[in-house]
């Protein structure tokens, strides 16, 4: 039995305090994303879905803190461990150009959200930031899961599967171009972005 079969029948017994353990853990150092039990129970009842999107969310942001704590006291050895160099490279050019708004990124997109958390806290990101990003980024993604489950039922389990971190990585698009907007100049800034990445 594989890791992501096993932590779904080990923890999906458990319900909520499975999911909640799950996506707090899977905030600071576990490998197994809270979607794989947050999809399921949605499925099974439909009216708890947005509950349980709540849960997730808040307990991927409390882990999240967490880990921003563990970053800030150890993150250098442990982000080495976590991740090779051409992702910290990345992250540590996100955080230049975004600041902890670069969280909220890392909460929609495949870059594992824990190698944030644990960059938060080493590169001294405001904490008052890095909690509204962190909302905004896990909100946007589990809150989308299950409303896209509440709408379309079994049909969705195929593009969850298959195609949501698609649409996870256009949300952090949308949020990079909201986010140059505020600051002013996006559309010089949105270009230099662009080239940067082609």
Do not use: C
């Amino acid at each position: 039995m594989d890791l992501w079969a096993y932590t779904v029948e080990l923890l999906g017994q458990y319900g909520v305090w499975g999911l909640f353990f799950l996506a707090f853990i899977e905030a600071i150092i576990f490998p197994i994303p809270p979607d794989v039990l947050l999809v399921p129970m949605a499925l099974i009842n439909h009216k708890a879905a947005l509950g349980y999107a709540l849960v997730a969310t808040a307990a991927s942001v409390g882990g999240g803190y967490f880990g921003y704590l563990i970053g800030e006291y150890a993150g250098q050895p442990l982000l080495q461990r976590l991740a090779r160099p051409e992702t910290i490279d990345r992250i540590d050019a996100l955080f230049a150009r975004y600041g902890g708004w670069a969280v909220a990124i890392a909460g929609l997109t495949p870059i594992p959200y824990k190698v944030f958390t644990i960059a938060s806290g080493l590169f001294k990101v405001r904490v008052a930031t890095f909690m509204v990003a962190s909302l905004v980024g896990r909100g946007i993604r589990f809150f989308a899961e299950a409303v896209l489950i509440i709408l379309f039922g079994q049909r969705i389990v195929y593009f969850l599967q298959n195609r949501f971190e698609l649409v996870t990585v256009i949300l952090a698009v949308i949020l990079i171009l909201v986010y140059l907007s505020v600051q002013g100049n996006w559309e010089k800034r949105f270009r230099e972005w662009i080239s940067g990445r082609f």
